[in-house]
Nanobody, 122 residues
Framework: QVQLVESGGGLVQAGGSLRLSCAAS?????MGWFRQAPGKERDFVAA????????YYRDSVKGRFTISGDNAKITAYLQMNSLRPDDTAVYYC??????????????????WGQGTQVTVSS
């Protein structure tokens, strides 16, 4: 069982930056970030997987967000720059301890954090 704790959310103006952190209670194979806006599905944002630290992003955040982490995948960060109002959501950290086929599918991540609110004002 892996426990995840997120931190770093908050309120920021459009164009600003925030850095989210996720700390796991043990080693993982990979960690990801998902977000859920009110009334919407929880969507994939970014992931870092495997010993090589391969990274993946949803199209709308490419060039603005950067995911990083340590080699043991115990800690993951999401640096968010050039934030927009449509980035507003609760951001969830997720983790898996084994290889997965689809990095963008929330069903492939057994472990989840409690979520942290990110609000971007216009």
């Amino acid at each position: 069982q892996v426990q995840l704790v997120e931190s770093g959310g908050g309120l920021v103006q459009a164009g600003g930056s925030l850095r989210l952190s996720c700390a796991a209670s043990g080693r993982t194979f990979g960690m990801g970030w998902f977000r859920q806006a009110p009334g919407k599905e929880r969507d994939f944002v970014a992931a870092i997987l495997g010993s090589g630290g391969n990274t993946y992003y949803r199209d709308s955040v490419k060039g603005r967000f950067t995911i990083s982490g340590d080699n043991a995948k115990i800690t993951a960060y999401l640096q968010m720059n050039s934030l927009r109002p449509d980035d507003t959501a609760v951001y969830y950290c997720a983790a898996t301890t084994s290889p997965i086929r689809s990095y963008y599918s929330k069903a492939n991540y057994p472990y989840w954090g409690q979520g942290t609110q990110v609000t971007v004002s216009s």
